[in-house]
């Protein structure tokens, strides 16, 4: 199955509240100084774009139709290479997912509603996860751990063999909402780990998972009806922007370089370290095990496709960074040799930028846990956050051998 062209454009229900993108771009800069950041960062604070995404060598930035040709000018001025990623975002966005009516595999299906060919909404996850609870209730359960700012659940799965002295891994996705890849990752890694129990190798088995698919589930659901690209919770602040970036509010370095104090910003840190209760009930819950229970923390993001490991809020590194970077070469060349995809492996803010305030560096400096790391899934950016469902499958057989290959560290003992 190679074909990955665009489907035919369907058109949203004329009832649909969704937030339009005609005409928008996005655009990838090069930059290769100082200087070079600078201007290609003029794009947000002049031209009101919106950062997709930031490494040493290149931002990518969402422009809307009405400042393109004056952006181009800048562009050109400042002597600034540029690609055109997404020429037309609201086309993509229109063929991104496909109706659940269209889906074969869905019509007369008993138990649950979540398949790997489309995106779902929060409603079909947390329905998939009661499933696997009620139909394998002796290896899965599923816990509330908290509610979101709009009060949904925080619901979590726990899969054990119910061994004593299995390690522990902890997964989460979603935490920032317009990230769609990644909750279609982690349910697709969820779903091997249960209907393929049977089959999984022994270090897979006799470890303990929990699982959380939508860390942000009220920044999920407002991206699926009214704006495609929310990033951050939907904490109110009376009259200003609302939201928090929850991966800059965890409790290590809270405050830090990579993180704003303004509530309009897509990076804004909250009032305090865990001022959020989807990030307070994360740190709750993980810190309620005993020390050392936890050998991994998994953290899915996108786009861009790297496995980061900490720390993010700055240059440092960890002392055991020989064993972290080993253990996400070896996930990254297994995955490349299996699927054709390249991960890069690197340290968070050696490799993106500093940002202070990840789950990530809370998991490993306060909890912690060794083996902690942000992965970044598909793609590099030819759709960006926009990603077609039809990719579904590839990020979750991706993301399912990094899974393996940190739980086969953690059993191997270093
Ligand atoms: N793209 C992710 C973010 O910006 C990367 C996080 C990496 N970890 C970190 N602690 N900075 O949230
Ligand atoms: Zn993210």
Redesign the pocket.
Same mark, same amino acid.
């Given at each position: 199955q190679q074909e990955q062209e665009l489907p035919k454009v369907e058109e949203l229900p004329a009832s649909s509240n969704l937030r339009r993108y005609d005409g928008a771009q996005v655009w990838r800069i090069v930059v290769q100084t100082d200087k070079d950041k600078k201007l290609a960062d003029e794009l947000q604070s002049k031209y009101d774009g919106q950062l997709w995404k930031e490494v040493k060598q290149e931002v990518d930035y969402l422009l809307k139709p009405q400042v393109l040709a004056a952006a181009e000018r800048h562009i050109r001025a400042a002597n600034l290479s540029r690609i055109v990623l997404i020429d037309n975002l609201q086309q993509v966005i229109e063929v991104e997912n496909p109706p659940l009516e269209k889906i074969a595999e869905l019509q007369n299906r008993k138990g649950h509603r979540l398949t790997w060919q489309a995106y779902h909404r929060l409603e079909d996850i947390h329905g998939f996860i009661d499933y696997l609870a009620k139909t394998y209730p002796d290896i899965c359960s599923t816990e509330i751990i908290g509610y979101s700012v709009e009060k949904r659940p925080l619901k979590i799965l726990k899969i054990s063999n119910g061994k004593p002295g299995n390690p522990a891994i902890w997964i989460d996705g979603g935490m920032?909402a317009r990230e769609w890849i990644s909750p279609a990752t982690v349910s697709y890694i969820t779903n091997q780990l249960v209907e393929g129990n049977d089959e999984l190798p022994p270090h897979l088995r006799d470890t303990d998972f929990y699982i959380h698919i939508v860390a942000n589930p009220d920044g999920y659901e407002y991206s699926h009806t009214t704006d495609r690209l929310w990033r951050k919770n939907m904490r109110a602040h009376g009259r200003q922007c609302p939201g928090v %970036?929850l991966?800059?509010n965890f409790g290590y370095k809270w405050g830090g370089k990579?993180t704003s104090a303004s509530p309009c910003s897509q990076?804004y840190r909250g009032s305090k370290a865990f001022s959020e209760p989807e990030t307070f009930y994360i740190s709750k819950f993980i810190s309620s095990f005993k020390r050392n229970t936890f050998q991994g923390y998994l953290s899915f993001?996108s786009y861009g496709q790297y496995i980061?490991y =900490?720390?993010?809020?700055d240059y440092q590194l960890t002392k055991d960074r020989a064993d972290l970077d080993r253990v996400a070469r070896q996930a990254g060349s297994i995955i490349t040799k299996s699927s054709g995809i390249k991960y890069t492996v690197g340290s #968070? /803010?050696t490799t993106?930028y =500093? /940002? /202070?305030?990840? #789950? %990530? %560096?809370w998991a490993k400096g306060i909890a912690g846990i060794k083996y902690s790391y942000?992965i970044?899934m598909g793609d590099t950016g030819r759709y960006g956050f926009v990603l077609p469902a039809s990719f579904i499958d590839y990020n979750g057989k991706d993301g399912f051998t990094f899974v393996d290959t940190v739980a086969r560290a953690i059993h191997l003992g270093h």
């Open positions: 920032h %970036d991966n800059r990579g990076t993001h980061l =900490p720390w993010g809020y #968070s /803010a993106l =500093p /940002a /202070a305030g990840g #789950s %990530d %560096d942000t970044e």
